[in-house]
């Protein structure tokens, strides 16, 4: 069983940490250490209050056939940054992108947004590093 939150730890830290590196409006304070704790911080609340959260929301998750379960991830993470000070997530600019043809306007990324991208981004990261040691 510790094996198993350790695992968890370490593919949450590596899945904030990412985040982080990607997404321009999430970023922490204060290294390596604060990062360590806002992950443990972040698994706790994953683990104690997020089945209580899907319980409690399991109507309107089953008449959205599951989509508002994003919209409890993006809870879990905004309840992370009230604890934990040193984990900061804010809009931005995106400056936009153009490549060959593709394009994607410049746009302002409101709070909200950058919390839904922040959480998807979690959640991938995380899903992804299962996948590969369950291999």
């Not at 992950?39 to 989509?67: D, M, Q, R, W, Y």
């Not at 593709?102 to 995380?126: C, E, M, Q, T, Y």
């Amino acid at each position: 069983m510790f094996k198993k939150y350790l695992r968890l730890y370490l593919i949450n830290l590596a899945a904030v940490a990412s985040t982080a590196y990607v997404i321009e409006g999430v970023s922490y304070q204060g290294g390596f250490r604060s990062l360590a704790w806002i992950t443990l911080i972040f698994l706790l609340v994953e683990t104690f209050l997020k089945p209580l959260a899907k319980l409690l929301l399991l109507p309107i998750n089953l008449l959205t056939l599951g989509v508002f379960r994003w919209v409890i991830n993006v809870l879990v993470l905004y309840l992370v940054t009230r604890i934990t000070p040193e984990l900061i997530i804010k809009s931005f600019y995106f400056d936009g992108f153009n490549s060959q043809g593709f394009s994607i306007p410049a746009i302002n990324i409101s709070l909200f947004w950058v919390f839904v991208l922040a959480s998807f981004s979690i959640s991938l990261v995380a899903a992804i590093f299962i996948w590969l040691i369950k291999k």
